[in-house]
Nanobody
Framework: QEQLVESGGGLVQPGGSLRLSCVAS????????ASWVRQAPGKRLEWVST????????TYADSVKGRFTISRDNAANTLYLQMNSLKPEDTAMYYC?????RGQGTQVTVSS
């Protein structure tokens, strides 16, 4: 059974950093493109970043470009999202996604 499990969220002050992790099971993550998406309360799901399969090509939403970095550890079958210079508007539930498969999410709250 394919599964994604996110972790690493929490409460952080503006300007702080967090690293989110997403452990994949039931499939080899490196064989697929994978993404991070987020949803703030009362707002639509927003794409954040994607890392393509086969290589390490990455893309980012303009709102996070230069602050967030997506990566993966193939040996650990894990996807990461390093988030720096966090802003209150980054507050959301963050999900990793492979195709239509999505994890349960991890909450990120940026507040002083």
């Amino acid at each position: 059974q394919e599964q994604l499990v996110e972790s690493g969220g929490g409460l952080v002050q503006p300007g702080g950093s967090l690293r989110l992790s997403c452990v994949a099971s039931g499939f080899t993550l490196s064989m697929y493109s994978a993404s991070w998406v987020r949803q703030a309360p009362g707002k639509r799901l927003e794409w954040v970043s994607t890392i393509l399969s086969g290589g390490e090509s990455t893309t980012y939403a303009d709102s996070v470009k230069g602050r967030f970095t997506i990566s993966r550890d193939n040996a650990a079958n894990t996807l990461y999202l390093q988030m720096n210079s966090l802003k209150p508007e980054d507050t959301a539930m963050y999900y990793c996604r492979k195709g239509v498969l999505r994890g349960q999410g991890t909450q990120v709250t940026v507040s002083s």
